[in-house]
Nanobody
Framework: QVQLVESGGDAVQPGGSLRLSCSASGIIFSAHAMGWYRQAPGKQRELVAT???????NYAGSVKGRFTISRDNAKNTVYLQMSSLKPEDTAVYYC?????????WGQGTQVTVSS
C-alpha cells in the first residue's frame, strides 16, 4: 500500500532552520508531483510548496525565499528545507503525492517555532 512518512519536525527558536523529509513507498515516486502542506491549530490546511515530476517548484508567498522544496527520486524522498523560521510557521506539516486523480497524504510532523 501507499505510505508517506514524514520526519524532521521539531521545536526551534525564531530564526532557526529545519529540514523535513518525506519517504514514499508503494508509488512510482518519480511520476508523482510532491508537495508540502501545513495546518495550524484552528486553521485550514494550506499549501506550502510543490514540486512536479520534472522538478518545477511552486511556493506559497509566505514562505518564498525562506523554504526550499527538493526531491531525490533515487531515494523516493522529498525534502523541505526551512530557514528563517517564524512563530507563524508553527503547524503540522503534511507530505502529499499526486498523480492525475490520485492523491495521498502522510500522517504529518509537528513544527513548533517559539522562543
Amino acid at each position: 500500500q501507499v505510505q508517506l512518512v514524514e520526519s524532521g519536525g521539531d521545536a526551534v527558536q525564531p530564526g532557526g532552520s529545519l529540514r523535513l523529509s518525506c519517504s514514499a513507498s508503494g508509488i512510482i515516486f518519480s511520476a508523482h508531483a510532491m508537495g508540502w502542506y501545513r495546518q495550524a491549530p484552528g486553521k485550514q490546511r494550506e499549501l506550502v510548496a510543490t514540486i512536479t515530476s520534472g522538478g518545477s517548484t511552486n511556493y506559497a508567498g509566505s514562505v518564498k525565499g525562506r523554504f526550499t522544496i527538493s526531491r531525490d527520486n533515487a531515494k523516493n524522498t522529498v525534502y523541505l528545507q526551512m530557514s528563517s523560521l517564524k512563530p507563524e510557521d508553527t503547524a503540522v506539516y503534511y507530505c502529499n503525492a499526486e498523480l492525475r486523480f490520485f492523491s495521498f497524504w502522510g500522517q504529518g510532523t509537528q513544527v513548533t517555532v517559539s522562543s
